[in-house]
């Protein structure tokens, strides 16, 4: 397993945006979209940053709403050598935890998702009530 809860330090961004969403699907799907646009505005692949956020944002719309507060979505590109993306919700206390779900289960596998994608995931906490859960790609091959 590759999660790691940590804080990673990088150099300043070369592109970066952010933006503050509901914690609905529709914001959940917004995020995807956004980040699709993004990425192929800055001549980027898209496909594998857009199933990270589709399943980042749905966890944070599911398992870390809280009624009248936003989520946010930050795109990080380093270098051109990285690109961050980084998930926050206000539900600091529930942090990810990647299992297998059961067999026929029709949900539980977003996290297992996101460590099959991602170069690099992890989880840093605070400030209270903060959580972001955070995954790295890596751009140059």
Same mark, same amino acid.
């Given at each position: 397993? #590759?999660?790691? &809860?940590?804080?990673?330090?990088?150099?300043?961004?070369?592109?970066?945006?952010?933006?503050?969403? +509901?914690?609905?699907?529709?914001?959940?799907?917004?995020?995807?979209?956004?980040?699709?646009?993004? =990425?192929?505005?800055?001549?980027?692949?898209?496909?594998?940053?857009?199933? &990270? *956020? +589709?399943?980042?944002?749905?966890?944070?719309?599911?398992?870390?709403?809280?009624?009248?507060?936003?989520?946010? =979505? #930050?795109?990080? *590109?380093?270098?051109?050598?990285?690109?961050?993306?980084?998930?926050? %919700?206000?539900?600091?206390?529930?942090?990810?935890?990647?299992?297998?779900?059961?067999?026929?289960?029709? +949900?539980?596998?977003?996290?297992?998702?996101?460590?099959?994608?991602? %170069?690099?995931?992890?989880?840093? *906490?605070?400030?209270?009530?903060?959580?972001?859960?955070?995954?790295? =790609? %890596?751009?140059?091959?």
């Amino acid at each position: 397993m #590759s999660q790691e &809860i940590t804080r990673t330090e990088h150099s300043a961004p070369t592109r970066q945006f952010t933006v503050l969403l +509901s914690p609905t699907r529709r914001g959940a799907r917004l995020a995807r979209l956004l980040t699709t646009a993004h =990425l192929s505005d800055w001549g980027l692949p898209t496909e594998s940053a857009a199933h &990270i *956020v +589709s399943e980042l944002a749905a966890n944070a719309t599911v398992h870390g709403r809280v009624p009248g507060r936003d989520f946010r =979505l #930050s795109l990080a *590109v380093h270098d051109d050598e990285l690109l961050r993306i980084a998930v926050t %919700d206000t539900r600091g206390e529930r942090l990810p935890l990647p299992a297998p779900p059961a067999d026929y289960a029709e +949900s539980g596998r977003g996290l297992l998702i996101v460590e099959a994608l991602a %170069d690099r995931w992890g989880v840093d *906490v605070g400030p209270v009530p903060r959580k972001t859960v955070w995954a790295e =790609l %890596d751009l140059a091959p």
